[in-house]
C-alpha cells in the first residue's frame, strides 16, 4: 500500500522508525481554530542504516508510551520496539519482542492495567491469536486460539473502561451472486472477554446475509462509562459489483455493543455521494456525542482522490450531515484521529496532491480544542523524502505519530497555536 520514493542522493540513507509527538496544551478557542506548530527540538535519535524498516506501531500504556516497528532481518510479528517513561521525550534502547502463536500482526492493545495484547494470524488464516504480555514485554500466557469459518483480514481490539476487552475482527471470502458470478463479500464479527482475553463470548455476525450486504473496516470506540460502540461500513455487495469503479454507495453504520447490542444507526454521509467509504473512525466528546470520521475514495479524470470527513452526531438526535471534507488528497492512505482527555483532536493524514503539497506521500494535519466542533487549518508536517508508513495514538494527555521514510529517526514535538 506504502510505496518509497526514489532518493534523491546517490548515498541513500533509509531510516529506521520515525517517532512525532503532537503535544497538544490548553489555549483559547479561536473561531477559526488552532494550529499545529512544530518547534524545533533535538533529534530523539539519528542512525543511518541501508536497509528498510516498516509497519510502526506506536501505543500507550498507562504512563508508558511505546514505538514498535519491524527491523530488517525481522519476519511474522518479531519486532523492535523503544518505551518512553516520560510521555515521549526520551526512549529506551530497541529491544525485540517475539509473541508466541502469532505468525502476522494485526493489532496491539494495552489496558492501562499494566497488561498489553497482541492479535493477529497463526500460519492460518482462519485463526485468530489473542496473546497476553506485561509491560516488559518478556513473559507471555499460554494464548488463545479463536477459529473462523472464512479468511480474518482485519482485526481491532480495545479495552472498555470497566476492564472487559473487545476484539472485532472482518473476513472476506469469495461468493456466488449469480450464475457462474463471484464477488468478494466481508463480515464483521464481535465478542467480549470479561477474564483478560482467556475466553470470549461467542462471536456475533453484523450482517447474516452477504450476497446482498457486506460489512468491513470494524473499529471499536470506547467510550467514559464502560461503553462499547462498534462502526462498519457496509457495501451492497451485488451492486458493488455491478457498478465497478464507478461504485458511490456505502454505509456508516454504528451500533452500541457493550450490553444487549442495538440495532445499527445509518449515519448520513455528504448530501451528494461522489465516492466510496473506506475507512471510519471515531471517538466519544465530552457531551456524549459520538464523533465519526470517515475517508470516501474516487476516481478524478481517472485517478484516485481520498477526502476525509467528519460528523457529531448526539444520539438519538437528529443525524449531521458534513457538506465539506475535512481534507483532500490525490493518493489515498489510511488517515488517522486521535482526542485527548482534554476534548483536544488531532488529524493526521498520509498522502500527496490537493491540500499536501508535495509529490510523493507526506504528512499532514489539523487540530481542534473543542471536540471536533471546529479546526483550524492544515498543516503540512513533512515534506521529502516521502513516508512509507504511518502510525498514530494518544495516551489521553497527548497524541503520538509514528512513521517511516528514507530518512534519520526524527522526533518532534507539535502543539495548537494562536493563529
Not at 472498555?160 to 475482527?169: P, T
Not at 504511518?390 to 521514510?405: E, F, I, N, P, Q
Request: charged share 20%; with cysteine.
Amino acid at each position: 500500500m506504502f510505496r518509497p520514493g526514489e532518493a534523491r542522493s546517490s548515498a541513500r540513507r533509509v531510516l529506521c522508525a520515525l517517532g512525532l509527538a503532537l503535544c497538544v496544551s490548553a489555549v483559547p478557542v479561536l473561531a477559526s481554530g488552532p494550529r499545529l506548530s512544530a518547534p524545533r527540538q533535538k533529534n530523539l535519535a539519528e542512525n543511518t542504516h541501508f536497509g528498510t524498516y516498516y509497519v510502526p506501531k506506536i501505543f500507550a500504556s498507562g504512563r508508558n508510551l511505546f514505538a514498535m516497528w519491524r527491523s530488517p532481518g525481522q519476519s511474522g510479528a518479531v519486532r523492535s520496539f523503544a518505551v518512553s517513561r516520560d510521555g515521549g521525550k526520551t526512549f529506551s534502547e530497541p529491544k525485540t519482542v517475539r509473541p508466541p502463536l502469532v505468525t502476522q500482526l494485526l493489532d496491539v492493545e494495552a489496558d492501562g492495567t499494566g497488561s498489553i495484547y497482541f492479535v493477529g494470524l497463526t500460519p492460518l488464516a482462519t485463526q485468530v491469536a489473542i496473546v497476553r504480555t506485561d509491560e516488559k514485554l518478556k513473559t507471555f500466557n499460554s494464548g488463545l486460539i479463536l477459529e473462523s469459518e472464512r479468511n480474518v483480514v482485519e482485526a481491532d481490539l480495545k479495552t472498555a473502561s470497566d476492564g472487559r476487552l473487545f476484539l472485532a475482527f472482518q473476513t472476506a471470502f469469495s461468493i456466488n451472486i449469480r450464475a457462474g458470478v463471484f464477488t468478494t463479500a466481508q463480515q464483521t464479527l464481535w465478542a467480549v472477554s470479561a477474564d483478560h482475553g482467556e475466553s470470549f463470548s461467542t462471536f456475533v455476525v453484523s450482517n447474516s446475509r452477504p450476497g446482498f450486504d457486506s460489512d468491513y473496516a470494524p473499529r471499536l470506540v470506547a467510550g467514559p462509562g464502560g461503553e462499547m460502540w462498534l462502526l462498519t461500513l457496509r457495501d451492497a455487495t451485488r451492486t458493488r459489483y455491478d457498478a465497478g469503479e464507478s461504485y458511490n454507495g456505502g454505509r456508516l453504520l454504528v451500533r452500541r455493543i457493550d450490553g444487549d447490542p442495538t440495532e445499527p444507526i445509518d449515519l448520513s454521509r455528504t448530501a451528494e455521494l461522489t465516492g466510496q467509504p473506506t475507512q471510519i473512525e471515531g471517538f466519544i466528546a465530552a457531551d456524549g456525542s459520538l464523533c465519526v470520521a470517515w475517508a470516501e475514495q474516487a476516481l478524478v479524470d481517472g485517478a484516485p482522490i481520498q477526502r476525509v470527513y467528519l460528523t457529531r452526531n448526539i444520539i438519538g438526535g437528529p443525524p449531521v450531515v458534513p457538506v465539506d471534507p475535512l481534507v483532500t488528497t490525490g493518493i489515498p492512505h489510511d488517515f488517522h484521529i486521535h482526542r485527548t482527555d482534554a476534548g483536544q483532536v488531532v488529524i493526521l493524514v498520509h498522502g500527496a496532491g490537493y491540500d499536501s503539497d508535495e509529490p510523493e506521500p507526506n504528512l499532514i494535519g489539523l487540530a481542534s480544542i473543542d471536540d471536533a466542533i471546529s479546526f483550524g487549518p492544515i498543516a503540512k508536517i513533512t515534506g521529502y523524502p516521502p513516508l512509507t508508513s504511518v502510525d498514530s495514538a494518544s495516551d489521553g494527555k497527548r497524541v503520538y505519530g509514528l512513521w517511516t521514510d528514507t530518512r534519520l529517526v526524527r522526533f518532534s514535538a507539535f502543539v495548537p497555536r494562536d493563529q
